[in-house]
């Protein structure tokens, strides 16, 4: 039996002691590195909150994102919540000394910051559809005039095919990246599928990714989707945001087709300009709700545990920090960044211990008791909250596809994706052909893995680069698009 429990005591155990630890052993081994885990996340909660804390109110220095605002209801929560969660920041210190719960104060600043950032993002889309139309007309315009002359044969064709293989396949195996390539090349094609073809491969793309996770998950992931191919039609669309919904109106309904290119270009710089301030005010609350996660942690391992680290020097800085000047800041971000390094490598060598003796531990399935099964949890639900950067809404952040949740049953599917259908064939039955087209080609950039083998992926740009059914100039177009992908990808890997 190991008499001290230390990480020093805890690495000399090899693979065979290990499995010849009794239960009790093994599980207070287990409970340390759990506790010391969780010890060092919260002070790097801690540091990471300060840090987002000076973010915020830097890029508010640089421009009035919140002041700006001309919807005056949404004005007023943003500046509300924005208002609280710094003052939060603020005491945090005391807080954590005085054992102060304000898990709950939080968790509802997370709820409303998450909301607002919600109700914006469909105006996001259909804005980004209107810049896409802009620019295709754009390029349209210019390839006519430019690429007229310029020649295309099936060898080149024959030859981007093999390089875009090459491009792809050497990433086969990394899964985050294949499936970025991909829909980033279908992202770039032209759109010449059929409308049910189109129909098939995101019922079969959905129907992977969906059959084995719970009602809630599947429910959010439609719902997603739906607002990728039309925001308009998510409920908060003319409700919030009320000026930005005049703004983005009036430029849907802007005749784009038959506009000169200094007509284009200036509808062109209208849009990117409604677009990127609609995206920094996007930006700032995704940044307070990823303050907000930070804070859950915070409060959460406060409350759990008597031992919260908590460099006096550092809070003393922090202290000056909040009556000084910028200098101030770049000091204590200096001293921060330095100290969570260390704890980054703390966290990475206690992990592995962990995982060390969890391999053991599953061999034995009585060894978890209650006390410890908390600990875990905790551990588990922290964790959720500090590596939530997509600031996801909280049912989904905690979700667990693992969990005992009732697995979708196929008949629910198969019914959710054939109203997913219907909802997709009655938006686009009131579109304009290049609308419908380019709205489609998004849903399918957004799908995971749509293609089910790598032949269908090659079958579908061969046929987006056919010449008989698309220009030659929209191919050209195509392929330079495309080299400069790859060619980018290949300068930033030398």
Do not use: H
Not at 131 to 148: F, G, P, Q, R, S
Not at 465 to 485: A, N
């Amino acid at each position: 039996m190991i008499t001290k429990f230390d990480i020093e005591n805890i690495k000399k155990l090899d693979k065979t002691e290990v499995e010849e630890l009794g239960n009790d052993d093994l599980t207070q081994i287990i409970s340390y590195l759990n506790n010391r885990q969780i010890e060092k996340v919260g002070t790097m909660s801690l540091y990471d909150s300060i840090l987002g804390y000076i973010d915020i109110m830097e890029l508010l220095e640089e421009n009035n994102i919140i002041e700006n605002i001309q919807s005056g209801n949404e004005k007023k929560l943003i500046m509300d919540n924005y208002k609280k969660l710094m003052e939060t920041v603020k005491n945090i210190d005391e807080k954590i000394k005085k054992k102060i719960d304000d898990i709950e104060r939080v968790r509802v600043l997370r709820t409303s910051l998450n909301n607002l950032s919600n109700d914006l993002e469909p105006y996001l889309v259909e804005v980004s559809y209107v810049e896409e139309i802009v620019d295709y007309y754009l390029t349209k315009n210019l390839a006519e005039k430019e690429l007229k002359n310029e020649n295309l044969d099936q060898r080149q064709l024959s030859k981007l095919l093999i390089d875009i293989t090459n491009y792809v396949t050497e990433d086969i195996k990394d899964y985050y990246i294949f499936n970025e390539k991909i829909s980033t090349i279908i992202g770039m094609l032209p759109f010449r599928i059929t409308k049910e073809r189109f129909f098939e491969i995101i019922e079969n793309s959905l129907n992977r990714s969906l059959s084995n996770v719970s009602k809630p998950y599947i429910d959010y992931e439609i719902k997603n989707y739906k607002k990728t191919f039309n925001g308009s039609m998510e409920s908060s669309y003319g409700i919030a945001y009320d000026d930005y919904f005049r703004r983005v109106q009036e430029l849907k309904y802007e005749e784009l087709k038959g506009m000169d290119l200094d007509e284009l270009s200036k509808i062109s710089q209208k849009t990117k300009e409604l677009y990127s301030e609609m995206e920094e005010l996007n930006s700032i609350m995704k940044n307070m709700g990823i303050l907000t996660n930070k804070l859950m942690a915070v409060f959460l391992i406060n409350s759990n545990i008597d031992n919260f680290e908590i460099d006096e020097n550092i809070l003393a800085k922090w202290g000056e920090c909040l009556k000084s000047d910028k200098s101030g800041s770049i000091e204590l971000r200096k001293t921060i960044n330095k100290e969570l390094s260390i704890l980054q490598k703390d966290i990475f060598e206690t992990n592995e211990l962990l995982e060390k003796v969890s391999y053991e531990a599953v061999d034995r399935p009585d060894l978890i008791d209650e006390k410890l099964n908390d600990e875990l949890l905790l551990t588990k639900k922290v964790l959720s909250y500090y590596n939530d950067f997509s600031f996801l809404r909280e049912d989904i952040l905690l979700y667990d596809g693992f969990d005992s949740i009732e697995i979708v049953e196929k008949n629910y599917l198969d019914e959710l994706l054939n109203n997913f259908t219907q909802y997709l064939n009655r938006n686009i039955s009131t579109m304009t052909n290049l609308e419908r087209k380019i709205r489609m080609r998004r849903l399918l950039s957004s799908m995971e893995f749509p293609f089910e083998k790598p032949e269908d992926f090659m079958d579908y740009i061969q046929v987006s680069l056919d010449p008989r059914i698309t220009s030659k100039e929209e191919i050209l177009v195509s392929m330079k698009s495309l080299y400069y992908l790859i060619n980018m990808d290949e300068l930033y890997e030398d």
